[in-house]
């Protein structure tokens, strides 16, 4: 059998060319349509701002449209520069089986993130506690919502999980009740540590005088007897003034005779 080498040779630069054709007119497309989707990105940013929507929505909803705008951007290029022997419709209907089997395991998550957005638990800037994990809301991605500790830490929590476990929100109050347990020695005048208590806490300046502090003897322990300080303070003074109080309480008891104990331990020797 006959082999052409300059038919072939013809071929296969044909072919090159022509491959080098499509590719450069699908970088084309992949470069222009990025730069639109940026463009539109930026507009999009401004009106939210504008309209004052909530930074988590913001950020879930900048991330539904880079999707779907990538997704319209890859058939395009398909589209125009793809072989005309395979079906569109067979390469999509691949690439989101394959997408599909991927990522079927977050689906819950992408789900969690539209509830979290529709019942709005929370928002930008919250300060919250779920999935035994605390911190402030930065935002609401497509699987997971990010939250900056209070040592300054990221974290990632699934939408799906947090969609559907507790969430505690200490940001949509705008006050707090600060309880502190104080144990004090047997003997110890009960109005005495009730009257130093309260004093010390109608006198701090962030302790709001409604409701009103209250003292009380809650619990008899086996070495002590202990008594709740309850007071209200304005979200954003809780730990602040919890500080406060510890040490003032600590401060306050010594100086009035007041002993706070510790465990102890009596062993008795037989003789």
Known sequence: MDINFEELLNKFVTGGIDFAGKLLLALLIFFVGKWLIKKINQALDKLMTQRQ???????????????????????????????????????????????????????????????????????GGDFIEAQNLSGTVKSVGILYTTLITADNKTVYI??????????????????????IIVGVEYGTDIEKVKTTLLDLARNHPKVLPEPEPLCRMTKINESSLDFVLRVWVKSEDFWPTTFDLNEGIYHQLTLNGVKIPFPQLTVHLAK
Do not use: W
């Not at 988590?56 to 705008?69: P, T």
């Not at 699934?158 to 309880?179: A, K």
């Open 158 to 179: 699934p939408n799906g999980p947090l969609s559907t476990g507790n969430i505690v929100n200490y940001t949509t109050q705008e006050t707090r009740r600060i309880d």
């Open 53 to 123: 929507i909530d930074i988590a929505l913001k950020s879930f909803l900048k991330n539904v449209f880079n999707i779907l705008c990538y997704t319209f951007l890859f058939i395009i290029i398909i589209n125009v520069v793809g072989k005309q022997t395979v079906s569109l419709a067979a390469i999509i209907g691949s690439v989101g089986l394959a997408v599909g089997l991927a990522v079927k395991d977050n689906l819950a998550n992408f789900a969690g993130g539209i509830m979290l957005l529709l019942n709005k638990p929370f928002k």
